[in-house]
């Protein structure tokens, strides 16, 4: 299978000896909306600038569609960059900008016309066409940067945080518009951010980055239900990660010992089985009990009982917030529907049960 | 002291370095239209007239003041100046260009390129004179002094454009990269056009400070003169009013061109409000 972009170990230092990428190993699909998460100077703008050809490969390689890219001028990759802050050409129209790579290609005019009136269409742009794009809205330069990156149809559209610089709302908007776009045109995109609600709405994949290194490569849900290392369980969602020691398997799940109670979780696959560890528990994965029902669930076979005071408990709206602090002195905070949490059900103060299912919680090494 | 008080002093003191900044230039255009042959180039004015302008352009009659040998020089300096202009510029722009990244020794080679604006002009003016003899090298304003002004005039343009490409957003280059335009291209088609407010400026300041460029050319211009030469020149033998009235005139040369500089700039402006105004109807 030939992909559209592979990263083999591809690295890159800056000049002063500082890494900035570290081991990148990435196979991207044709169609496939990839998003590279992570804190900012996590490296991700960095690998996305050498996938462009902005910055040069220290060591490894890429390929687009089985072609070594590592030292081809950017103007000659077959991928198109659309940049946070836009960088339209603001001494061109609209128009010009959209068409200005079919132009310099040479395209014959009918044909670029053609092609310019189809983008424009697309991304409803024909009314402000004659404008300069300096006195337009932020939601209209987005546009236009996305029309003038998709005409010159590229393999791979590259984004650097696109949706960063437009306010929330329109973001919500503009980010349903990309994923249709996407799914419509069929392009590869790869998308910088640092968001997760985008990379989490957008991507088929996403590319959780920290420090250079590829944390985790998964589709969206597979990073909150098996987060794969300390770091994406912070990062991602809203986990209770604990530290402990294994203590032995039950079926396919890991008994960890830890600070607040023997506990268990499955293993994601490359789990280390014994030795340190760290057992990952997703907020929404977390049932509250009262303290007097322990005998019951007991009885009923409920596993993983960790005893916890309420700290705060109120309702907004539809929506009950509880936060409750365990034995260990960590606070675990969740929210769930009034109507599973009654208001009144848990005084502040109150002893209560956490407890989870092992299948929902995973095991990860410490480090 | 109060705010009033603040105020009013400061107010004093503008006004003070207004007339200090245009005084000479004022006493020069009045004494411009003092009346000839027999007025001199003092107070108080005997008679308003614009007998040293029709004096200028030899349209009166002859008389014992000689009239100003300038015509030839002002024709060499304003070619000098353009000539300056156009080297300076283009060197300055693709220098500053240079040094929009780091290389090895980039430090030094600024420093190199600044002196040329810091060093005294006498002395280079001397020093290209001396280098010029040793190695047999005819002098001429076209030649040495060409040099020397260029030497002299490209560190501002470099400034200026280091400026500009300081404040300019490299991202909308690598765009352009990106859609499969050449560097080469780019720089003509999407880098000039932006930068293109700054090289005016730049422009502007190697021309004018070509044009009445005097320590430099002193030594270096050998027989024919330049503008200021000739003007000092005159000066030598005995001053007449003939000097102010050419010096008003330069003046409003100097205003012309920084008009044209005006408007050219403004253009830009003006077009991006246009475009302005069309949308909110």
């Not at chain 1, 300096?134 to 949706?163: H, M, Y």
């Not at chain 1, 005998?295 to 700290?311: F, M, P, S, Y």
């Not at chain 2, 004494?31 to 008679?47: A, K, M, R, V, Y």
């Not at chain 2, 300076?88 to 600024?110: D, H, I």
Request: aromatic residues 10%.
């Amino acid at each position: 299978m030939i992909f559209d972009l592979e990263l083999k170990n591809a690295g890159k230092v800056y000049d002063n000896g500082t890494p900035a990428v570290i081991d990148f190993d990435l196979s991207v699909a044709k169609g496939e909306f990839i998003a590279f998460l992570g804190p900012s100077g996590c490296g991700k703008t960095t690998t996305l600038r050498m996938i462009a050809g902005f910055e040069s490969i220290s060591s490894g390689d890429m390929l687009i569609r089985g072609e070594r890219m590592n030292d081809v001028p950017p103007q000659r990759r077959p991928t198109s960059m659309i940049f946070q802050n836009y960088a339209l050409f603001p001494h061109m129209t609209v128009r010009r900008n959209v068409g200005y790579g079919l132009e310099v290609k040479g395209l014959p005019r009918a044909e670029r016309d053609a092609k310019v009136d189809h983008i424009l269409a697309t991304l409803d742009l024909e009314d402000i066409a004659d404008r300069k794009p300096d006195r337009l809205s932020g939601g209209q330069r987005q546009r236009i940067a996305l029309a003038r990156g998709l005409a010159v149809e590229p393999d791979i559209l590259l984004l650097d945080e696109p949706l960063g610089a437009l306010d929330a709302n329109l973001r919500k908007a503009i980010q349903n518009e990309l994923k249709l776009l996407q799914k419509r045109l069929g392009v590869t995109f790869i998308f910088v951010t640092h968001a997760q609600s985008e990379a989490l709405a957008l991507s088929d994949r996403i590319v959780v980055m920290n420090q250079g290194r590829v944390e985790q490569v998964s589709p969206p849900h597979q990073l909150y239900t098996r987060p794969n290392t300390p770091f994406v369980a912070q990062f991602i969602g809203r986990n209770t990660v604990l530290q402990g020691e294994v203590a032995g398997t039950q079926g396919e799940d890991i008994v960890v010992s830890t600070g607040v109670g023997v506990l268990s979780g499955r293993a994601n696959g490359r789990t280390a089985d014994k030795g340190r560890v760290n057992l990952v528990v997703p907020a929404e994965a977390i049932e509250v009990h009262a303290a007097a029902t322990r005998e019951r669930l007991t009885r009923g076979g409920t596993t993983n009982l960790v005893d916890a005071h309420i700290e705060s408990f109120d309702v907004v709206g539809h929506i009950s917030h509880l936060t409750a602090r365990l034995l260990d002195g960590r606070t675990v905070s969740l929210e769930a529907h009034v109507d599973k949490y009654q208001p009144g059900a848990f005084p502040v103060g109150s002893g209560v049960l956490l407890s989870w299912k092992a299948a929902e919680a995973t095991v990860i090494p410490a480090h | 002291m109060n705010a009033t008080g603040i105020k009013f002093g400061l107010g004093l003191y503008t006004a003070l370095f207004i007339v200090f900044l245009y005084g000479p230039l004022v006493v020069l255009g009045i004494l411009s239209f003092q009346t000839g042959p027999e007025g001199g180039p003092q107070f108080p004015i005997i008679e308003w007239s614009t007998y040293w302008y029709r004096h200028l352009f030899g349209l009166t009659p002859p008389s014992r003041i000689a009239p100003l040998p300038i015509e030839q020089a002002l024709v060499r300096s304003l070619t000098l100046a353009v000539m300056t202009m156009v080297v300076s510029t283009v060197l300055g722009v693709t220098a500053a260009q240079a040094f929009r990244r780091k290389f090895r020794g980039s430090g030094v080679v600024f420093y190199l390129i600044v002196l040329g604006m810091m060093v005294p002009g006498v002395l280079v003016g001397l020093g290209m004179a001396l280098v010029a003899n040793a190695f047999g090298i005819d002098r001429h304003w076209w030649g040495t002094a060409f040099v020397l002004h260029v030497v002299y005039t490209f560190p501002f343009a470099f400034l200026v454009m280091l400026a500009i490409f300081n404040r300019f957003d490299p991202s909308v280059e690598e765009a352009s990269w990106s859609l499969g335009v050449s560097p080469a291209r780019t720089f003509r088609k999407i880098t000039f056009p932006l930068i293109f407010p700054g090289v005016l400026s730049a422009m502007l300041f190697a021309f004018t400070l070509s044009y009445d460029e005097f320590s430099r050319t002193l030594f270096a211009s050998g027989r024919d003169l330049t503008l200021p030469l000739a003007i000092y020149g005159t000066f030598s033998v005995e001053v007449h009013p003939n000097v102010f009235a050419f010096g008003v005139l330069t003046t409003l040369f100097s205003f012309a061109l920084l008009g044209t500089y005006a408007i050219l700039m403004a253009m830009s402006v003006r077009r991006a409000r246009r475009v302005a105004i069309q949308e909110e109807a």
